[in-house]
């Protein structure tokens, strides 16, 4: 594959993972604010298998960044990201108003385009 391929694929990925995470994080808009939630928040209500459902999906954006050649450190940052979103999405009540804030997948897809573009910059030559 040449260089163009893989930055078109790469950049593929990307916008395919930023639909996914928008769709999860802050496809639906809660009408009269500016307040937004998606698959994620709606799994989480319910009990105990909402969450780990949610950290199911999202694990996904850690496989998708080991493949893109992620640095363990942004892997590690992800999955943190994950884990909150889960352990503090699991309380009842206050667990649902912080999933609908922290977003941990657009997160995931900020972390992941940073490291991209950081690897992109080692792999061109000076």
Do not use: C
């Not at 802050?26 to 928040?41: E, R």
């Not at 209500?45 to 949610?54: I, R």
């Not at 992620?70 to 206050?94: C, E, F, Q, W, Y």
């Amino acid at each position: 594959m040449s260089r163009n391929e893989d930055l078109m694929r790469e950049q593929q990925v990307l916008e395919r993972l930023d639909r996914l995470a928008k769709f999860l994080d802050s496809s639906l808009k809660l009408p009269g604010t500016k307040v937004t939630l998606g698959l994620d928040s709606v799994l989480g209500v319910l009990p105990l298998g909402g969450d780990l459902a949610g950290m199911l999906i999202s694990s996904y954006f850690i496989l998708v960044g080991y493949r893109l050649g992620a640095s363990r450190a942004t892997l590690k940052k992800m999955a943190a990201n994950i884990v909150i979103d889960a352990l503090v999405g699991s309380v009842p009540v206050l667990g649902d108003i912080f999933d609908v804030s922290w977003k941990a997948n657009i997160r995931n897809v900020k972390l992941l385009k940073g490291e991209v573009e950081r690897i992109r910059l080692q792999k061109m030559p000076a």
